[in-house]
């Protein structure tokens, strides 16, 4: 079936709308406190969407330790000189005009059953509804060699901000003929297409400054990718020579990274760059883990697909990255549709909104070239236990240009309306 952006925005924009409306609170003096830890596409769109459906219905914290939030997404177009680094960097102090109090701590513990939340400054919050919204940790130690030390030297930049300007560093000084290498990591982990549009977005930076006889090798933990045959298709339109995927089934395995030496040994050969980008698994962020709502044998936080609601405590709410999701994807797009869903179920629980069946929704686009676009995406709906895709809609290979450049557009305005979402209009 094939929705495009448009429709799926119409669509969720429309229902959000709806479902969101609840009856006047009658006390107003008594207003049910919601505390939100983590401001991403998750906690930041969920904090917003509350308070613009219920002025003034909620007590609504947010806690972020970070005062700008900068963006993995649209990062690659940074590292490809189409987009300026302090694009990417957003201001949380929007929110206060909606009544939203941010602060800027690490939330450290959880009573969950006297429902308080304790800061790294030791303030205690209360909360009748938390949302967990923490991202991904990186597993570190299931590449050999890798660590966080080692990440100076070869950078991850799978959690935007110092290692993104670290990995461009490293790009812009590449010479031609050189090698980069990247590892990616096995399923599930965030932004599925990420490492991929990141090595076009390499490519493009390479070419495009007179470096086009630099060589990309991508060494896989997986034997298919998100998008394969668009990527590989457009890699040889653009970039004839300049990138090689491996699969594990030719190279064998990661023996050992050494950040020394930036080599990568693997079964099959050792592999030096002058760049090594490590991007190693992942697993729920570290809230959720020490908070008891992560399972510990996969990693991630079981939630229940109607609400979003944690599966082990009916007070508790995960979104976005974190949230074991069933067929929804780990990605801005689904972070942002699993906020609405748990805005409304929270409303719901609170306020005496009515409870409707909800949609969530995805869309991807990933950058090929500087005007070569492509998408992936879907609809989705609680199923038989777990959030299950009911339509789903991918680009054609062979695709007219006209195609690709609108789709470069789509996810330009994309970006603009998903930070309006998260931090106010005025932050587009």
Same mark, same amino acid.
């Given at each position: ?49 509350? !308070? ?46 909606? #009544? ?9 513990? !959880? ?38 030390? !080692? ?20 790009? =812009? ?7 980069? %290498? *990247? ?26 400054? #007179?470096? #086009? ?31 090689? +995927?491996?699969? /594990? ?10 950040? %020394? ?7 099959? =050969? ?8 490590? *991007? ?10 020490? +908070? ?33 999701? #069933? ?18 179920? *929270? ?5 005496? !909104? /009515? ?9 991807? +686009? ?20 777990? *959030? ?19 789709? %470069? ?20």
């Amino acid at each position: 079936m094939n929705l495009d952006r448009r429709r799926l925005l119409k669509v969720a924009g429309g229902a959000g709308a709806g479902l969101l409306a609840a009856p006047t609170l009658l006390r107003a003096q008594i207003r049910p406190k919601v505390v939100i830890v983590g401001g991403g596409p998750a906690g930041a769109t969920v904090a917003l969407t509350l !308070a613009q459906a219920h002025p003034d219905a909620f007590e609504i914290t947010l806690v972020e330790e970070n005062e700008l939030y900068t963006t993995c997404f649209g990062s690659n177009m940074y590292l490809a000189g189409l987009r300026d680094f302090e694009s990417l960097r957003h201001s949380y102090s929007g929110l206060a005009d909606f #009544g939203i109090e941010v602060i800027h701590e690490r939330a450290l513990l !959880a009573n969950r059953s006297e429902k308080v939340i304790t800061l790294i400054s030791r303030t205690r919050l209360d909360y009748d509804r938390l949302v967990v919204a923490p991202g991904v940790d990186l597993l570190y130690e299931q590449v050999p060699g890798y660590n966080p030390q !080692a990440a100076k030297l070869m950078p991850h930049a799978w959690k935007a901000g110092p290692q993104t300007r670290l990995l461009r560093q490293q790009l =812009d000084a590449v010479k031609d003929g050189e090698a980069v %290498v *990247i590892v990616a990591p096995p399923d599930p982990y965030k932004c599925p297409p990420g490492p991929y549009e990141r090595a076009s977005m390499m490519a493009h930076a390479l070419k495009s400054s #007179g470096r #086009g006889g630099a060589r990309i090798v991508i060494l896989d933990a997986k034997e298919k990718f998100s998008k394969q045959a668009l990527f590989m298709e457009g890699w040889q339109a653009l970039y004839p020579g300049m990138i090689e +995927w491996l699969p /594990p089934s030719v190279h064998g395995g990661i023996e050992l990274v050494d950040p %020394v030496t930036k080599t990568v040994a693997t079964d099959l =050969d050792l592999f030096t760059g002058t760049l090594v980008n490590i *991007i190693p698994a992942q697993r729920a962020g570290v809230t959720a883990r020490e +908070w008891d709502l992560a399972d510990p044998e996969t990693g991630w936080c079981p939630v229940d697909p109607e609400t979003m609601r944690s599966a082990l405590d009916e007070a508790v709410f995960v979104i976005g990255d974190a949230a074991a999701a #069933g067929d929804m994807p780990k990605s801005a797009f689904s972070a942002n549709s699993q906020a609405r869903v748990a805005a409304m179920a *929270i409303a719901a629980d609170l306020l005496g !909104a /009515p409870r409707i069946e909800p949609f969530l929704f995805n869309t991807c +686009w990933s950058r090929i070239g500087a005007e070569d676009a492509v998408k992936v995406g879907g609809r989705y709906m609680p199923k038989e236990g777990k *959030i299950t895709s009911v339509a789903s809609f991918v680009s054609a290979p062979g695709e007219d240009a006209a195609v690709r450049r609108r789709a %470069v557009g789509e996810s330009d305005d994309w970006y603009r309306s998903i930070v309006a979402e998260m931090f106010g209009p005025g932050a587009a």
